[in-house]
């Protein structure tokens, strides 16, 4: 071999050129266009009727109760998707495999599907919609039935981004630290939390943005009340497309406003588990 030459291994997919050029075709058909799509239709529109429409009472509403009830069902997905990654992480019982298969039904599921049987199930004629009656809760066609399918469809982002951080945490951590003294709580709080809080940012971000843009899942449920307050933002986008005069662009004026908070939102939780993990390695 001469000196100063490059030993150039052969790769089992094709090299650099034709790669790239496959990834930027796909997500320029995927992502890019769509999304310029949006940006055209939305730009059809002169500033003062943009302002006019995203400013509407019934559109306002729709978004906050959206914002409102994604980041509630995020919050609490994040609770209870650390317990059910630590169970089934940390131990071994009968049914565990089929425990761990059921995490992403949400996933298989059509969320149309979803959104009928949580109706049906906490409507007050349903089992646990007459138990939730009694207490005085109302479940079905209000904001609490639309955070509980967003909590349905969005466990599975908390559960799976933290699983894998569990399994590679040793036990012997925990071990130290319980023969140091340390109650529970401080082993969670100063082992286990800073360990998992990128991994947590990370699946509630998922579950955020997932929240906010439902629409098969909660459709149902909410009830689509105005008055009430039930209305989500993909609905009120479903009614410009769905009226007798079809409204493309105030569609996608308020899918434009909608993609923007999503951005946004995803952005700063990155920066914050980017300065978590960093921290984390430090």
């Not at 509407?56 to 209870?80: K, M």
């Not at 899942?217 to 993909?234: C, F, H, P, R």
Request: aromatic share 10%.
């Amino acid at each position: 071999m001469k000196k100063g030459s490059v030993t150039k291994t052969k790769s089992i997919i094709p090299g650099f050129g034709m790669t790239m050029g496959i990834t930027v075709a796909m997500l320029s058909l995927l992502v890019l266009i769509p999304l310029a799509s949006v940006l055209a239709y939305s730009f059809r529109l002169s500033w003062q009727e943009f302002t006019e429409l995203i400013t509407r009472p019934n559109v306002v509403q729709a978004f906050v109760t959206s914002i409102f009830c994604a980041l509630a069902a995020a919050v609490i997905n994040c609770v209870f998707g650390v317990i059910l990654a630590w169970v089934l992480v940390r131990y071994d019982f009968p049914g565990k495999r089929l425990m761990d298969g059921m995490i992403e039904l949400p996933f298989a599921l059509p969320t149309a599907v979803a959104g009928i049987t949580l109706t049906k199930m906490y409507s007050n004629t349903g089992f646990l919609g007459r138990a939730l009656e009694r207490a005085g809760i109302g479940a079905a066609y209000s904001k609490t039935g639309i955070i509980i399918a967003m909590v349905f469809i969005g466990i599975p982002f908390v559960v799976r981004a933290i699983q894998p951080v569990l399994e590679k945490l040793p036990e012997s951590l925990e071990e130290a630290s319980t023969m140091l003294g340390a109650s529970r709580l401080k082993t969670f709080r100063s082992i286990i939390f800073p360990e998992i809080r990128p991994a947590l940012l990370t699946g509630f971000g998922l579950a955020l943005a997932r929240g906010i843009g439902e629409y098969g899942s909660v459709i149902y449920i909410s009830g689509n009340s105005e008055k009430n307050g039930t209305q989500v933002v993909s609905y009120v986008i479903m009614q410009k497309l769905n009226a007798g005069n079809v409204d493309y662009e105030g569609a996608a004026a308020i899918a434009l406003v909608l993609l923007i908070i999503s951005f946004l939102m995803l952005f700063a939780i990155n920066i914050i588990q980017h300065v978590a993990s960093r921290r984390t390695n430090a």
